[in-house]
Each structure stands twice: as C-alpha cells, then as structure tokens.
C-alpha cells in the first residue's frame, strides 16, 4: 500500500500549505483508470505472449518479465514528468520539437531495421522507437502555437498553414521508416486541435479533404499497403494468405461471446494469431474475458479520454490555454488509437501497427502514454493549485 500512502502525505501537505480541508491536490479517478489498465495490460500480455515467449526464449515468462520492467520505467517517468511545471513544457516545445525531428533523422540513417521497418534506435541494452517521443512533443509544439499564434489560426490560411508544415516534415520522415499510421494519428489529432481552437470550417473541411487523398494516394501507390486495404474488404477471400491475420483475429472475437473462454483459455494466442501481445491484444483479450471484458476495458479508456477533454475545457475556461489544448490533444491521441487498434482487429478498419494505450506490450508506447497522463494529472493539480490560490485571496480579501 505504498501508492495509498503516498496518496495520502501528499492530501495532507497539501492541506497543511493551503489550509483547505478534503480537497485532494490530483485527480484520484483518472490515477486509478491508468492504473487499472496498466494492471488489465500486464495480465493480458502475460497470458497472450506465453507460447510464443516458450518457444522463441524457452521461457513462457520472457515478454511478461519485459514487459513488467517496462512498467517500473513508465511509472517512474510518470513521476519525473509530474514534477515539471507546465510552463517548463510551455517553454520548451519548441526544442522538443527538434528533438523529435533530430531522433526521427537518426533513425533513417542509423536505425534498425526490424520486418522491412525502420523505426528502432538501438542505444546499447535500450530500444528507442522514435515515433512514439515524436507524437508527444509534436502535440506539446502545436499547443504553445496555438497559445502564440491564435489570431492567426482563426483569422487568416497563413497562421493556419503553418503548423501542417511542421507536420509535413514529420510525417515524410515517419513515412520513410515507413510508419503510415503514426501518421495517421498525429493528422487527425491536428484536424481535432484546430477544430476545437476555431479554426474556420473551410479551412477544416479543405485539410480534412486533402488529408484523406493524400492517405488514399499512399495506399494505392503502395502494393503492401493495398494488399492490407484488400484483405480487410474481404479477409475470407486469401484466408492462409493477405487475410490470415484478420481471419485469426475474428475466430478470437467469435470464440469470446459474452463472458470468454475463461483467462489463459485463449486457442488463438497459441502462435496462430500473430503479434497477439502487441497490434492485435484486444482480440485476445476479447476471446478470453468476452464482450464484457472488451467493454469493460474500453469503457475505462473512455473515461480517460473524457476526463480529458473535460481537463482541457477547464483548463481554457481558467485562462490556461495551452494546458487546455495539451490535455485536448492527449484526448483526441488516446481516442483516435484505441478506435484504430480495436477496430483493425475487428476488422472494422484496415490493419495497423498501433497499440491499445496503456494496454499493449511495447515499452516506448507505454512509457510516453505513462507520461502523457502524468501531463494530464500535472495539469489538473495546477488548476486545483489556482483555485486554491483563489479562495485564499478571497478569504484574505473578506479579512481585510
């Protein structure tokens, strides 16, 4: 119980420095969603990874070990992360825009390569894939332009140009690793971000426009990629072939009904799906704990998200603009990731290489996902901060 201790010297310094009675200094909720599913995570992928970790390591405890390591990391970044005021991110966001860009480059000129992809910096022991810091910097950076920039967001193209040049780079960078669905997630997060800054409706409607030939133009010019558009049409067509991924995900989801197959029952995770620990976790995790447990585990990322997106309303309600849309973006990321992971292995969407936030096996997705809701709970103490500092005013007011 050393979380609920911790928990509670925290309550009460923060009680004894601001003399406010049962107001705790962070959000209580959002901790133990994150919490919650980083704990449905670590079962779910030491169940799913078993045979294959058997096999590959002769060790069926090998990716859950990993990915238990990986936890310890994320958590401890969460801490370092929630000791940074907001104004450090405020001020810093361009510079860790160029990290991004400067790790993204890295990776093209010394990166390994892993299944035709080059997306993994290699440091000694520590894998790094770039794609992952990149999301969040890149979203810290739009934040302080939307602050710094805002009458030109909404009043003219150039200011609303500008941030997708930014993206421009970023994305042609991500597509040379290739890495389309990064992509993917970072173009519709900007989409989101503009929109909820005012961004005017032609010009939304133009960006969303191009964006979407843009992504068609990638697919069709890319026989991989046309091959996964075809296969999730219709994955029964090749069942043993371009479809076998999809068709295997499907059986699990079938298999699943309402209650599952009972935790560690799963026919799927025995090397028939492939990557079940990691892209395609859901249907594990649907084959063995059924419709509930899938509802259940998306019914906490929902409430994730919404307390999100309620932060950042907040936040812009305070007069704290670039918390606002940070805590927007982290919404909007989380949201967008989960529908395409879910509903590619549903079959609802085409396949993509993205992880089910918090859940999934895959130490640099969990550790930024770690940190970014460390921003979320960051910025939640620091408007719980400002309304402290309000009350007291008030009160020192009233004396007077």
């Not at 409607?205 to 999730?232: D, H, P």
């Not at 396949?351 to 940190?371: C, D, E, H, Q, R």
Request: glycine share 10%.
């Amino acid at each position: 119980m050393p979380q609920s201790l911790m928990g509670q010297n925290l309550q009460r310094l923060f009680q004894l420095r601001h003399d406010v009675r049962g107001m705790r200094p962070y959000d209580l909720g959002l901790l133990l969603i994150a919490l919650a599913l980083m704990s449905v995570g670590m079962i779910v992928v030491t169940s799913a990874s078993m045979p294959a970790a058997a096999r590959i390591y002769d060790n069926p405890f090998h990716f859950a070990i990993r990915h238990g390591i990986y936890m310890g990391i994320a958590m401890v970044a969460a801490l370092v992360t929630m000791q940074l005021p907001m104004r450090w991110w405020r001020t810093f966001n361009g510079w860790l825009l160029l990290l991004a860009i400067l790790l993204l480059l890295a990776v093209l000129l010394v990166g390994r390569n892993v299944n035709g992809s080059t997306r993994w910096l290699a440091l000694g022991p520590i894998t790094i894939q770039a794609a992952e810091p990149a999301k969040l910097f890149f979203f810290c950076y739009l934040a302080g332009y939307l602050v710094r920039r805002y009458e030109e967001v909404t009043e003219n193209l150039k200011g609303f140009i500008k941030p997708l040049g930014v993206l421009f780079i970023l994305a042609l960078l991500l597509l040379m690793q290739p890495d389309l669905g990064t992509v993917v997630v970072m173009f519709a997060t900007t989409i989101g971000l503009l929109f909820l800054a005012g961004a005017k409706l032609w010009q939304f409607f133009g960006l969303l426009l191009s964006g979407l030939c843009a992504v068609v133009a990638l697919i069709v010019f890319e026989e991989y990629r046309l091959k996964r558009i075809t296969a999730f049409l219709d994955p029964w067509a090749d069942p043993f072939g371009s479809g076998y991924q999809l068709t295997q995900s499907l059986m699990a989801y079938g298999r699943g009904d309402i209650f599952g197959q009972g935790l560690g029952n799963s026919l799927q995770k025995l090397e028939y799906l492939p990557e079940a620990h990691t892209d395609f976790i859901a249907a594990i995790l649907a084959e063995e704990l059924g419709f509930v447990g899938i509802c259940a585990v998306l019914a906490l990322l929902l409430m994730l998200v919404l307390k999100a997106l309620r932060l950042g309303n907040l936040a812009l309600q305070q007069g704290r603009p670039f918390e606002g849309y940070l805590a927007h973006a982290i919404g909007i990321w989380f949201s967008f990731q989960t529908a395409v992971n879910v509903g590619a292995s549903a079959g609802i969407l085409p396949t993509k290489g993205l992880t089910l936030p918090l859940v999934s096996y895959g130490g640099n997705s969990l550790i930024l996902m770690a940190m970014a809701v460390a921003l979320l709970l960051r910025i939640d103490f620091e408007l719980r901060m400002d309304g402290v500092q309000a009350l007291s005013d008030r009160k020192r007011g009233k004396v007077s």
